[in-house]
């Protein structure tokens, strides 16, 4: 089979060798004579080959076969049952296209280079010899085009030539080395030649297409002529030696690429204007871009892969007062460490090609200020795929945040003092607490500890009645410190504060200026709590201070603004309408209790009292009654065991005596009642008053049969009262009008009631004896009578005790008469009383 | 009838007088002992002081007792009276000037037998007497050993 190759080598002059290999790797028959066995088993192209069973392409090497660099390409050919019989391999001559190339385009002393990505030389034209295959790591232009991928530079040649190089890498995806294109530099600079020194790039990428093609579409000029290969090889197998591949040069795929390699390198020379144009257009949209850039209202820069700044727009110099020279080759200005973790940790995701979207990072200003930026990033691809750099949009949303900072903070804030109101109206009137609470809940809000006086109800002196300290430790230090403190003096701040009305804000406080500012006593205190911040705001209740309320912040950097001062001022407002309402609380409940004390007092003043009454009752009652029963007991001894002894006028005499006993026994035994009546427990109930009036007229008229007295009884009055005593009074008005009519030949007495002003009035009329109006005052009077004791007996007491009943019960009682004409007794029985 | 002391506890003397008068008046002729004070009373029923020596035995068959008096009043004169085995059953009728309530029910809860008011009228009272006398020496039946 080594024949067959040959002549395909002959027609295709750009493969270095042609092959068969077992599936072990082995070459057992190539187009030239190998020196030993060749095996290609650790090829990577050839594995792949083995196991996809397709067409590969290795990356630019230099052939184990040839010993010229390279790519080569691995056809496996399978049997009926699909196992692999045999791989082919070509490989391509690298060299051969290089020279294509550079004989198309050059000039005299131009060249052109392969090298592969670690710097070994792959290909060249002119002088392939001695540097194929050669690491060329080590040489300017070399170094120069792996670091720099694609470019134009003036370097040192391999000879040690100056010379001006255009390079690009090999495959815009897969890095597989690099195309360089070098002319002398005094070439370069002869006139004819400056167009093409700008056009060396070009040139290179233009070789660099053909060789990454040639690698890429490969399988076109290889497979054909292979399978042809294959099917000759075949019928050479079975005997048809007469076979013959059928390609000839004329007509070979390979041909023709050389061809159109021609063609294309001459069309690359026409259109050498046309380029010229894109690339100016290419320059121009650059320049565009980057004046789009420049322009951008936001700030924009780009970063290299070490993260150093390449680019930095106006807007970005306006915004973080840094110009770009002076950020140019720096690294970004972050704020702090901690962010430039932050920002060191976002850097491996950048370069693997993540974009960012919206990541905040804290940045410093020039001046040191801080601002918050969102950050968007698009990577910058570089040849190989790798990322060259980022271009970063850089959003200042510092405002942003602070209006949400601000908005959040204005929620919680709002919040508390939703809950302060509600608590301190809810907190009741519990001064002592109260005042806790609201030191509190006024520290948790706004700063380290807080300090409430109340002003001395002479308005003398302030007193520190509650305190409150973030940290729990120095709870307890400040209020020992506080209630160490006389706090008296009308120059202090908190005293101004009283006489003023109106709050203190001292955002920022040194030590020094509290030490001189607080009097001797508070140096101790000045020393123990850091005051970095002052607050104080006047307790304001109903146009009067009637204490402070101060507020400290103890670190540095965070002083309190007018909007703490405001907040402050809205707690202390309410904290104060608080604070008065449980000092007020505490008033009337001082007030009460001394009341109750009053109360008390009185209760047992009256009880004693009461207690004296009844012993004067019962005296009378027991010693005001026994003479009367000896005056009546002997009078009536006398009269009958001695009456002979006695005159008719001493009879008459005793007589009289023995009335007027009589008389009085009836009159203690009233006063008795009258005082009962104001003692007894009242036992409420309802009481049908109708058939009481009914009743005791009965009464009246058995005692009395004689008189013929008309009695009009409304039916159904029921009132709500205590039953004992609404009788003893009806008693009393039945009986005074039964006594009064007795006179009237036609008596008639009646009960009833009226609605007067929603009130019901009961009433007792007569039309007896009557009394004159001018005297009604006192009728209710005990011992007073309107009329003489030889008309209408009496005690006088009757009416007393009736006015006293109806008083107990609540309700009033008065009187209408005229003389002769007949009285009218009304009283009322209010519902309380009913109830 | 005429057998059997009563024990009449009286400091007022015209009502002493008087109760003896209604009781003369009305026929009843048992011996009348007139003791004037709570004090008194306790030491006639208990043998004591003035009366120290006298046969406790001979029990009265009733006692009148006033309420207000001197030294122990008769509330505690009755409280006494009725904490010793020795008088704990003599019938004891309060007669007093007394109608206030707080009086009836103390001397009942005491152990009274009977609460008379004293009424003013002579005539009255005389009645109330006699009718007493009726009812407690002559229709009840004494306590046996009286």
Known sequence: ?835 | MSDGIVLLVEDNADDEELTLLALKENNIGNKVVVVHDGAEALDYLFGRGAYDGRDVADRPVLVLLDLKLPKVDGLECLRCLRADPRSRLIPVIVLTSSKEEEDVIQSYALGANSYVRKPVDFGEFVEAVRQLGLYWLVLNEPLPGS
């Open chain 1, 1 to 835: 089979c080594e024949d067959l190759f040959q002549s395909l080598m002959e027609i295709n002059p750009f493969f270095t060798v042609l092959g068969a290999v077992d599936p072990e790797g082995n070459i057992f028959c190539a187009s030239r004579t190998m020196s030993g066995p060749v095996n290609l088993a650790d090829r990577e192209y050839f594995q792949r080959a083995k196991e996809t069973r397709d067409f590969t392409v290795s990356d630019f090497q230099v052939g184990r076969v040839s010993g010229q660099p390279s790519i080569s390409f691995a056809y496996p050919v399978t049997g009926e049952d699909g196992r692999i019989r045999i791989i082919l391999v070509a490989a391509l001559d690298v060299t051969w296209f290089v020279k294509h190339a550079a004989e198309a385009q050059l000039p005299p002393g131009g060249g052109i280079t392969v090298i592969d990505r670690r710097g070994t030389i792959l290909g060249r034209w002119p002088n392939p010899d001695p540097w194929v295959g050669e690491d060329a790591r080590e040489a300017e232009i070399v170094k120069t085009v792996l670091a720099q991928s694609e470019g134009v530079t003036q370097a040192l040649s391999l000879e040690g030539i100056s010379r001006l190089y255009g390079f690009t890498p090999l495959g815009r995806y897969v890095n597989v080395g690099y195309v360089y294109v070098g002319i002398p530099v005094d070439v370069a600079f002869e006139t004819s030649n400056r167009l093409l020194a700008r056009n060396l790039l070009a040139l290179g990428i233009a070789t660099a297409l053909v060789l990454v093609g040639a690698r890429v579409y490969g399988h076109l000029f290889v497979i054909r002529g292979v399978r042809r290969l294959l099917s000759a090889t075949e019928k050479i197998g079975r005997g048809d030696l007469a076979a013959r591949t059928g390609v000839r040069p004329e007509e070979g795929e390979i041909g023709q690429l050389a061809a159109a390699f021609d063609t294309m390198a001459e069309s690359l020379q026409l259109r050498e204007s046309e380029r010229d144009n894109s690339e100016r257009a290419l320059r121009r949209s650059m320049q565009t871009i980057g004046a789009v850039l420049k322009a951008s209202p936001v700030p924009v820069c780009t970063l290299d892969s070490q993260g150093l700044v390449d680019m930095w727009n106006t807007a970005a110099e306006r915004v973080f007062g840094w110009k770009e020279e002076e950020i140019v080759g720096r690294t970004l200005p972050l704020l702090h460490d901690q962010e430039a973790d932050k920002g060191r940790q976002l850097w491996p995701r950048i370069l693997t090609g993540e974009s960012l979207e919206g990541e905040e990072l804290n940045w410093r200003r020039a001046d040191g200020s801080r601002l918050t930026i969102s950050i968007y990033t698009a990577p910058l691809w570089g040849a190989r795929g790798e990322v060259m750099g980022i271009v970063a949009i850089l959003l200042n949303i510092t405002e942003r945040k602070a209006a949400e900072e601000q908005l959040r903070q204005n929620a919680v804030r709002a919040q508390l003092l939703a809950e302060i109101s509600e608590a301190f109206a809810r907190a009741g009137l519990n001064y002592g607490p109260l005042l806790n609470y609201v030191a509190r809940r006024a520290t948790d809000l706004l700063g380290a500890f807080c300090v409430i006086h109340v002003l001395s109800d002479d308005g003398t002196h302030l007193t520190p009645v509650a305190s409150y300290h973030r940290d729990p430790s120095a709870r307890r230090q400040l209020r020992e410190l506080l209630s160490s403190f006389p706090l008296s003096s009308d120059k202090d701040a908190l005293s101004e504060v009283v006489h003023s009305g109106r709050g203190i804000l001292a955002p920022i406080i040194s030590k020094e200026f509290l030490r001189n500012l607080a009097p001797r006593l508070y140096h101790d205190f000045v020393e123990h709590f850091s005051i970095r911040s002052l607050l104080i705001a006047p307790l304001r209740a109903e146009e009067q201070v009637i204490g402070t309320l101060t507020m400290v912040r103890d670190s540095v950097g965070n002083p309190f603004n007018g909007e703490d001062q405001a907040l402050l001022q809205y707690i202390a407002d309410r904290a104060a309408v608080a604070i008065a309402n449980a000092r007020l609380f505490e008033t009337v409940q001082r007030l009460n209790a001394e009341l109750e004390r009053r109360v008390a007092e009185r209760t047992a003043q009256l009880q004693l009292a009461n207690k004296e009454l009844e012993a004067f009752s019962y005296s009378v009652s027991h010693d005001l009654r026994a003479p009367l029963r000896a005056i009546d007991g002997f009078s009536r001894f006398l009269l009958e065991r001695y009456q002979d002894s006695v005159d008719g006028q001493g009879r008459d005499y005793l007589s009289r005596v023995r009335a007027a006993t009589q008389r009085m026994g009836h009159l203690i035994d009233d006063l008795l009642q009258l005082s009962r009546l104001t003692r007894n427990e009242m036992t409420i109930g309802p009481v049908d008053l109708s058939a009481m009036v009914r009743e005791i007229a009965d009464e009246l008229s058995q005692a009395d049969p004689v008189r013929d007295v008309e009695l009009i009884i409304e039916k159904d009055l029921h009132a709500q009262g205590d039953q004992r005593l609404l009788r003893v009074a009806l008693e009393n008005l039945l009986g005074n009008a039964w006594k009064f009519t007795s006179g009237k030949r036609s008596a008639r007495i009646e009960f009833g009631a009226t609605e007067q002003d929603g009130q019901v009035v009961y009433w007792v009329r007569d039309n007896g004896a009557g009394f004159d109006m001018a005297y009604v005052e006192k009728l209710f009077g005990a011992f007073q009578r309107l009329h003489s004791a030889s008309d209408f007996p009496g005690t006088g007491i009757g009416l007393a005790i009736v006015q006293r009943v109806i008083r107990r019960h609540g309700g009033r009682v008065w009187a209408e008469g005229m003389e002769t004409q007949g009285a009218a007794f009304y009283f009322t029985l209010p519902r309380e009383a009913q109830s």
